[in-house]
């Protein structure tokens, strides 16, 4: 199947600093990325989509000040947790679609995300 | 949003033998995709069952699809202490965001 790079895999940052993360499709053109948060032993929670060149539609209850996505190109979008805290320690999953309706999606290996 | 939901969500079973979980879900779908994530890591995509299928096979992988009582059964046989993973069924409907269940916690003992 298709390749999703997800980085980085993992990154531990103080309160109050922004962390960005960055899922790359290796060799198709995503036009549709989804992130997704995972709370230990928890299911994967869909936080937002995002359409190449479009803003993302969030979830409800996922603050999108808080939560950045840049979906800037075909093969790369960013999730920027700003100002981070605690709480939004996290594991954090991207999935992107490729072209075509029906298209199957792909995942990244996911960042853990831990705030100290 | 979350539709699919697995069941049983933990199983502890010993090598060698069959394991089986299920997903149900609530709205009409395009297609089911059962993952598999290891602790702490990325999910593996197991295999993939359209909504006009019925039975797939891939390996010891063997997956069911009732459309009708909307439930999907993955069956794992032969099950091997490596398996040791969480399980998940996503189901894709007519706006394709993939929606996951909570997964199945599987142990398999060697």
């Known amino acids: 199947g298709a390749v999703v790079s997800q980085h980085p895999s993992w990154v531990i940052c103080k309160s109050g600093t922004s962390v960005k993360i960055e899922c790359r499709s290796l060799d198709f053109q995503a036009t549709t990325m989804f992130w997704y948060r995972q709370f230990p032993k928890q299911s994967l929670m869909l936080m937002a989509t995002s359409n190449e060149g479009s803003k993302a539609t969030y979830e409800q209850g996922v603050e999108k000040d808080k939560f950045l996505i840049n979906h800037a190109s075909l093969t790369l979008s960013t999730l920027t947790v700003t100002s981070a805290h605690p709480e939004d320690s996290s594991f954090y999953i991207c999935?992107?679609?490729?072209?075509?309706?029906?298209?199957?999606?792909?995942f990244g290996q996911g960042t853990r995300l831990t705030v100290v | 949003s979350q539709q699919g939901e697995e069941d049983p969500q933990a199983l502890s079973i010993q090598e060698g033998e069959n394991a089986t979980m299920n997903c149900s879900y609530k709205t009409s779908i395009n297609n089911l995709q059962w993952y598999r994530q290891n602790s702490g890591r990325g999910l593996v995509h197991l295999i993939l069952i359209r909504s006009n299928e019925r039975e797939k096979h891939s390996g010891r992988l063997r997956v069911t699809l009732d459309t009708s009582k909307k439930s999907s059964s993955l069956l794992i046989t032969a099950s091997r202490a490596a398996d040791t993973a969480s399980y998940f069924c996503a189901t894709w409907g007519g706006s394709y965001i993939p929606t996951f269940g909570r997964g199945t916690s599987l142990i398999v003992h060697p």
């Open positions: 999935s992107a679609r490729d072209k075509g309706v029906g298209a199957e999606a792909f």
